[in-house]
């Protein structure tokens, strides 16, 4: 599904990343763990084509095919989905309009029929009920005005509809109350398919409780120091990241 | 200096053959009257240079060193005036080629007693007691040379006027085409707008060239809103992307009478809407919102003055721009608060949207507040289209050129939310996208 290797990218000359290798397989979770500055936003946005970040080497390949040749709307097409760490207040554009908008964009690049707005809404109505979601987003300009818990609930809405290969999660927990994390995760649980790979970037490992991942990637200073299973996440909230960071100090040595 | 005179010999020489010619057999006295006093003062007066405050940013050096005709009567087919009409709109409709009233395309229809809609013209034929003691009263022919120039070829017009009480259900439309394809026209169209108390009704006035030419629109419309009535204007214009146009709105408010005004400007390569309203009476709220899109060399320079002349009046005023290209544009909105005007509440807001380097906007709020107990509001942005915004809606599928239109839309949506009436939105929203660049090359990927 997607294959990571030697990943080094930066913001205005500034390296962040230095050296990324991962391999996420069909079906997998793989979560991806790391103290403020570790560079796991970064990652998250060079894989959705964020524009400001330049990729100094490496590669990653998508589904056979050279990921970062691809402009950002291309790979959203080909099935990757970016949920924003922080969802963009679009004022005057309706999130009704644009889901469609979306979707249609992907239905057009599979070679489906676009939906006109009755079977739209009907698609929609239908996805809301799955993650136990009411209407009242879809009718606002997007984002524009919502609490922190409705724009990541309108991440995964658009995530349920858009249905993408590779999902990835950018801090989707952050700043969600107990409720509002119920909800996301339940949603991301009911999209969990054999064919889906999902990337959950987190700073905490509360999320985890949630949606538990098949593999758990610990991200220090640009690297990927360590992997392992789910147990690792529960292990990091008990020790904090330093003791990874000693041993990360070791393997650089 | 000898192109301007060049200019003037010619009004002066058109003005001549309009007041003694065949044109004016049978012109009623007053008429001709009104007209010479206009043009003494327009000769008085001259076109306005950039060392007046009010015109430094808008130089009409290219309005006044040509020697413009005053364009010839022609005829167009019902199809093409249908096209640039409203449609589903079932109000009546008055329709002006090159100045001059169409009634073959013209549908007025049945209209509620106390109702006229017609041309200024035929109503001029019988002298000024139609439209006494309204016309001519707002549009400052003494200070106004363009409005002078226009008073001086007072000819024809439209003319609305509701009775009190009574309500249209469909806005009127008033539509002026011009037909010019290369030689140096002008016409001075004029709509005068008489609202009765607690009469209620829309106004759609409009303004188009048919051919991609050099002409000069010179328009002068007056609304005259009595106690309680409620008047819903709008001003499309989509003339010529060479022509001129100048045009002046003065509007007096009565008693808790309520105007909006919502200008939406397309076209032009010169283009100067001067938009006026007294709030003469208690109550009176007054609403100006404008949209504007300047691209290649255009020049478009709205100037609004609010006169808060009454205590307990409100003001609303909206105006975003898009600019393209050399695009450039001025907003100048003066508000006025008389001393006893208290309780005023004034609110202004000009935005601007630059998908260019060279595009260029000069924006100022201009406040002259005299009474000490008003709300006064002002803001003016300029930004550009927000590359966050932009990745969002690509890292949703959207193409690059599909995402600026909708942030480009998306800008314009109040303002066009703004006009009332639903088919000229969605007729509007098309003609914006249709005006819009292709992605220019600034924009980064």
Known sequence: MLEITGLCAGVDGKEILRGIDLSVGPGEVHAIMGPNGSGKSTLAGVLAGRPEFDVTSGAIQYQGQDLLEMEPEDRAREGVFLAFQYPVEIPGVNNAYLLKAALNEVRKHRGEQELDAMDFMTLVKKQLGVLQMNADLLNRPVNDGFSGGEKKRNEILQMAVLEPKLAILDETDSGLDIDALKIVSNGVNTLRSPERSTIIVTHYQRLLNYIVPDVVHVLLGGRIVKSGGKDLALELEAKGYSWISGAAAEVRV | ?445
């Open chain 2, 1 to 445: 200096m000898t192109e301007a005179s060049a200019a003037y010999d010619g009004y002066q020489a058109d003005f001549e053959r309009l007041q003694g010619g065949a044109d004016a057999a049978g012109v009623p006295a007053a008429v001709i009257s009104l007209r010479q006093d206009a043009m003494a003062h327009f000769s008085r007066l001259g076109f306005p240079t950039t060392r007046l405050e009010d015109w430094r940013f808008t130089n009409v050096a290219p309005i006044a060193s040509r020697a413009y005709a005053l364009g010839n009567p022609a005829e167009i087919d019902g199809a093409q005036a249908g096209r640039l009409l409203v449609p589903d709109l079932p109000g009546p409709r008055l329709v002006f080629v090159n100045g001059r009233f169409a009634p073959s395309l013209s549908s007025v229809g049945a209209v509620p007693a106390g109702v006229e809609v017609r041309s200024l013209g035929d109503t001029l034929a019988a002298g000024l007691e139609g439209v006494a003691p309204h016309l001519v009263s707002l549009a400052g022919v003494p200070e106004q040379p363009f409005s002078a120039l226009n008073t001086a070829f007072l000819q024809d017009g439209a003319l609305i006027k509701v009775a009190e009480g009574v309500v249209l259900d469909a806005p009127v439309q008033v539509l002026f085409v011009s037909t010019a394809q290369g030689e140096a026209v002008v016409t001075h169209p004029r709509v005068l707008v008489i609202a009765e108390a607690n009469s209620q009704f829309g106004v759609i006035e409009s303004y188009a060239g048919l051919r991609d030419a050099e002409y000069f629109t010179n328009a002068v419309t007056e609304i005259d809103a009595g106690a309680g009535s409620v008047v819903t204007h709008a001003k499309v214009l989509r003339e010529s992307l060479q022509a001129y146009h100048v045009a002046s709105l003065q509007a007096r408010l009565d008693r808790s009478a309520v105007v909006t005004s919502t200008s939406v400007t397309l076209g032009g390569a010169l283009v100067r809407n001067d938009v006026g309203a007294v709030l003469n009476g208690e109550g009176a709220e007054c609403t100006l919102n404008g949209l504007y899109v300047a691209g290649r060399n255009q020049l478009i320079d709205n100037h609004t003055t609010i006169d808060h002349a009454s205590p307990h009046c409100d003001s609303h005023e909206l105006y975003k721009g898009i600019l393209d290209g050399d695009g450039r544009a001025v907003f100048n909105g003066k508000i006025i608060v008389r001393l006893d005007a208290q309780k005023t509440d004034a609110k202004q807001s000009n935005k601007a949207l630059l998908l260019s380097e060279r595009a260029q906007v000069n924006t100022k709020p201009q406040l002259e507040i005299l009474a000490d107990d008003v709300k006064c509001t002002h803001g003016a942005t300029v930004g550009q289209l927000d590359n966050d915004a932009l990745f969002y809606l690509r890292a949703r599928g959207l193409g690059l050129e599909h995402a600026r239109r909708m942030l480009i839309d998306a800008f314009a949506t109040d303002v066009l939310d703004r006009l009332g009436y639903a088919p000229l939105r969605t007729q509007l929203d098309r003609a914006l996208l249709e005006r819009l660049p292709a992605a220019a090359d600034e924009v980064p990927a």
